[in-house]
């Protein structure tokens, strides 16, 4: 019933762009923090950004820090990952995460979306 649905991954050159959606069904994201994860192959997952009910946003991944970046709109019911200047170690499977709470989670989010394959290559 509850569902999210990551969407854009694909194919991307090294310094290229992609913009990543998560999209809720079943349930309305205006009160919930969402998180982007990602596993790259042979590595555990990772949390990349988190942003809050209220919008804030916080970033758990340095290697993305001024590259990546976290949005929400809540009339669309979607979540946004937007991934500049991408390098080949960004490859991965990225996810998306909801917790119904005011700020970003400091234990285990509620629901996932299946995942988006990522991958920066020439």
């Known amino acids: 019933q509850l569902q999210l649905v990551e969407s854009g991954g694909g194919l991307v050159q090294p310094g290229g762009s992609l913009r990543l959606s998560c999209a809720a069904s079943g349930f309305t994201l205006d009160y919930y923090a969402i998180g982007w994860f990602r596993q790259a192959p042979g590595k555990e997952r990772e949390e990349v950004l988190c942003?809050?009910?209220?919008?804030?946003?916080?970033n758990y991944a340095d290697s993305v820090k001024g590259r990546f970046t976290i949005s929400r709109d809540n009339a669309k019911n979607t979540v946004y990952l937007q991934m500049n200047s991408l390098k080949p170690e960004d490859t991965a499977v990225y996810y998306c995460?909801?917790?119904?709470?005011?700020?970003?989670?400091?234990?285990?989010?509620?629901?996932w979306g299946q995942g988006t394959q990522v991958t920066v290559s020439s």
């Open positions: 942003i809050s009910s209220s919008g804030g946003s916080s």
């Open positions: 995460a909801a917790v119904q709470d005011l700020y970003c989670p400091r234990g285990p989010y509620d629901y």
